[in-house]
């Protein structure tokens, strides 16, 4: 618990950083209401969503790949003839601000659908913030005996709801804070059906075209309906999320945009990337993996 204060502790700063500084800003000429443009150059930052979506009419491929991770060095490359996850997805761009998107994903055979709405641009004057709500939902694909016996339908499905907050500093700094709630129709013995979660991002723009990425996310578990002493007996085989930290390098232009990262999490949709992760970086649990974005 003293690890979730924290880290909402680190949002609410955000937060208020974000809604500080140039809300009453005007020139002489009055204010200036353009949106804030590039506030992050590609859909995704690693493995979260931004603000960021395709334009009115246009259309992203999108290909994620995550190498295995290093713990057996140069024997798999560190990493690149180790077992691989790949995901392959499209997104498009309805109006402006509504985009959605469709993926499948090797490993766990997860097709996923997703839609992202931006209700708030920021502003060069006015509106500090952009804030976009995201739905997304998948369905495991893997054979019916992977879910054991009273097999249904249902018990495939999987749904992220997230809430993304970002703002750009000046022309090379933009942060986000995305507040996240899962839910698993299904689980084994070791998890929970909900889970709550908290992201953060960041983009800091070198030169040109090239970037340094960074994010950051961390699930927790919720039972609301056990008693204390049931809760406590839960929790003894409850596996905690750990968190996932990713590090890597953007190269952004207007038609395509390139990320490689340094990671310790090989899931790529972000229900099972934040719940079910149990790499950690001080046992070598790392991969490199990269995104590219082609725009159409």
Not at 37 to 65: A, C, M, W
Not at 71 to 84: E, F, M, T
Not at 254 to 270: E, G, L, R, S
Request: overall charge positive.
């Amino acid at each position: 618990m003293k690890t979730l204060r924290n880290i909402w502790k680190i949002a609410a700063i955000a937060l208020l950083l974000a809604f500080s500084g140039q809300v009453f800003a005007q020139d002489d000429e009055g204010p200036d209401r353009r949106p804030v443009r590039d506030v992050f150059n590609s859909t995704l930052l690693i493995d979260q969503h931004t603000n960021t979506g395709p334009y009115k009419g246009g259309l992203e491929l999108i290909i994620h790949h995550r190498f295995g991770t290093m713990q057996n060095g140069l024997k798999d490359l560190v990493g690149i003839y180790a077992p691989s996850n790949i995901r392959m997805g499209f997104n498009y761009g309805i109006t402006e601000r509504l985009s959605v998107g469709i993926g499948t994903e090797k490993n766990n055979k997860i097709q996923d659908v997703y839609g992202k709405y931006l209700i708030l641009q920021q502003k060069r004057t006015g509106m500090p913030v952009s804030l976009s709500y995201l739905f997304q939902f998948g369905v495991d694909a893997r054979n019916e005996e992977v879910f054991g016996n009273g097999y249904e339908f249902t018990n495939r499905l999987s749904y992220f709801n997230q809430l993304i907050l970002s703002r750009k500093f000046g022309n090379k700094v933009s942060i986000q804070v995305a507040p996240s709630f899962m839910h698993f129709n299904a689980v084994d013995s070791t998890q929970w059906n909900d889970y709550i979660g908290i992201s953060l991002g960041a983009r800091v723009k070198l030169f040109n075209e090239f970037s340094v990425i960074a994010g950051y996310d961390q699930a927790f578990a919720i039972m609301p309906n056990l008693r204390p002493a049931s809760r406590e007996a839960r929790k003894e085989v409850l596996i905690e999320p750990k968190p996932n930290l990713g590090l890597g390098i953007e190269i952004g232009t207007p038609t395509h945009c390139f990320q490689v990262f340094a990671a310790h999490y090989d899931k790529i949709i972000p229900q099972k990337s934040m719940v079910y992760n149990q790499n950690t970086l001080g046992e070598g649990e790392v991969l490199i993996g990269f995104n590219l974005t082609v725009r159409f």
